[in-house]
């Protein structure tokens, strides 16, 4: 059996090559194929199996099978299965399959059946082994699940203290949905102002920390006739694109001439005096490639999500 990429086109078939084993070169990959889930949403995982050499690979077709695929729980535990593993209907005899040269082939396995517990809330590992190729792990989230039909307040604690925020879902429901579903799945968690602007703003949400970092994914942007006044909370964009990812910033005093060209998601509601403390810690000013950079890391320890 051959197994060919998506797009591999009839030039791969050229001239054979020589054919190798896979101990030692095969590269496998493992992530979930949606950033998080909701509670009862079923559960995939993509796994990616790489020839990376200039020959053809033989590999086993065990390699492909569901039950390589166990779950941990969140204490680390393995998972109990509720169902069987299910057949993909090969014969148990079925020959060797090859991988084209620097091809990958991708197989999408689907785990909630096998592992009810895996669409719990909470953070699982899903593990990927096979005895002759080292193992591989990806976390999987199941997060509170959003309900746009209810009101939400964040509550920050940070190095310097504790603020919260209530937002405005009429006026970017997209944008309002994005930042809880970020702020449930423990993203920002970790995260550092990375920008402070003396009596303007401080800025955070950037997972690479220099300004240019966001979630693998933009949303459109939500602009309304919602004022930038003191606290008010707006999604970051970069002046490249109008779309927004996970960075935020919060109004240090009125700022007219970011309104409507920056989405409102929210306002603070208590804590601006922590808000304000934040701006006052001593940056490298408008100098270099990271301007306003803080001296001092202020840390986002926790951004719990509750209802209104």
Same mark, same amino acid.
């Given at each position: 059996?051959?197994?060919?990429?998506?797009?591999?086109?009839?030039?791969?078939?050229?001239?054979?090559?020589?054919?190798?084993?896979f101990?030692?070169?095969?590269e496998?990959?493992l992530?979930?194929?949606e950033?998080?889930?909701y509670?009862?949403?079923p559960?995939?995982?993509?796994?990616?199996?790489?020839?990376p050499?200039?020959?053809?690979?033989?590999?086993?077709p065990d390699?492909?099978?569901?039950?390589?695929?166990?779950?941990?729980?969140?204490?680390?535990?393995?998972?109990?299965?509720?169902?069987?593993?299910?057949?993909?209907?090969?014969?148990s005899?079925?020959?060797?399959?090859?991988?084209?040269?620097?091809?990958?082939?991708?197989?999408?396995?689907r785990?909630?059946e096998?592992?009810?517990p895996?669409?719990?809330?909470?953070?699982?590992?899903v593990?990927?082994?096979?005895?002759?190729?080292?193992?591989?792990?990806?976390?999987?989230?199941?997060?509170?699940a959003?309900d746009?039909?209810?009101?939400?307040l964040?509550?920050?604690?940070t190095?310097?203290?504790?603020?919260?925020?209530?937002f405005?879902?009429?006026?970017?429901?997209?944008?309002?949905?994005?930042?809880?579903?970020?702020?449930?799945?423990?993203?920002y968690?970790?995260?550092q102002?990375?920008?402070?602007?003396?009596?303007?703003?401080i800025?955070? $949400?950037?997972?690479?920390?220099? !300004?240019?970092?966001?979630? =693998?994914?933009? &949303?459109?942007?939500e602009? +309304?006739? @919602?004022?930038?006044?003191?606290?008010t909370?707006?999604?970051?964009?970069?002046?490249?694109?109008?779309?927004?990812?996970?960075?935020?910033?919060?109004?240090l005093?009125a700022?007219?001439?970011?309104? $409507?060209?920056?989405?409102?998601? !929210?306002?603070?509601?208590? =804590?601006m005096? &922590?808000?304000?403390?934040? +701006?006052? @810690?001593?940056?490298?000013?408008?100098?270099?490639?990271?301007?306003?950079?803080?001296?001092?890391?202020?840390?986002?320890?926790?951004?719990?999500?509750?209802?209104?």
């Amino acid at each position: 059996m051959l197994l060919l990429a998506a797009g591999a086109g009839t030039a791969a078939l050229g001239a054979p090559g020589g054919r190798v084993g896979f101990e030692g070169k095969l590269e496998i990959g493992l992530e979930p194929l949606e950033r998080y889930y909701y509670p009862g949403q079923p559960i995939e995982i993509k796994v990616t199996y790489r020839n990376p050499t200039g020959d053809f690979m033989t590999v086993p077709p065990d390699l492909f099978d569901t039950a390589r695929l166990k779950a941990l729980d969140p204490q680390g535990l393995p998972m109990k299965e509720t169902a069987a593993p299910v057949s993909d209907g090969r014969p148990s005899d079925e020959a060797p399959a090859e991988l084209l040269p620097r091809r990958s082939v991708e197989r999408v396995f689907r785990l909630s059946e096998r592992f009810a517990p895996l669409s719990k809330l909470g953070r699982h590992t899903v593990v990927w082994e096979h005895p002759q190729v080292a193992s591989r792990t990806t976390l999987v989230k199941v997060i509170r699940a959003y309900d746009p039909n209810r009101e939400y307040l964040a509550d920050f604690r940070t190095s310097m203290g504790n603020f919260s925020i209530e937002f405005f879902p009429s006026a970017a429901p997209n944008n309002v949905k994005n930042f809880i579903d970020l702020a449930n799945s423990g993203f920002y968690e970790g995260m550092q102002f990375h920008m402070i602007i003396p009596g303007i703003l401080i800025q955070a $949400g950037d997972p690479k920390g220099d !300004g240019n970092g966001y979630p =693998g994914y933009r &949303v459109p942007p939500e602009f +309304s006739r @919602v004022r930038h006044l003191k606290g008010t909370v707006s999604m970051w964009h970069h002046e490249s694109t109008v779309d927004s990812g996970s960075q935020f910033f919060v109004c240090l005093s009125a700022q007219p001439q970011l309104d $409507g060209n920056y989405t409102v998601i !929210g306002q603070v509601r208590d =804590g601006m005096e &922590v808000v304000e403390q934040i +701006s006052l @810690v001593p940056t490298n000013e408008d100098r270099g490639r990271r301007p306003f950079m803080p001296l001092k890391a202020v840390i986002i320890e926790q951004v719990r999500i509750r209802r209104r």
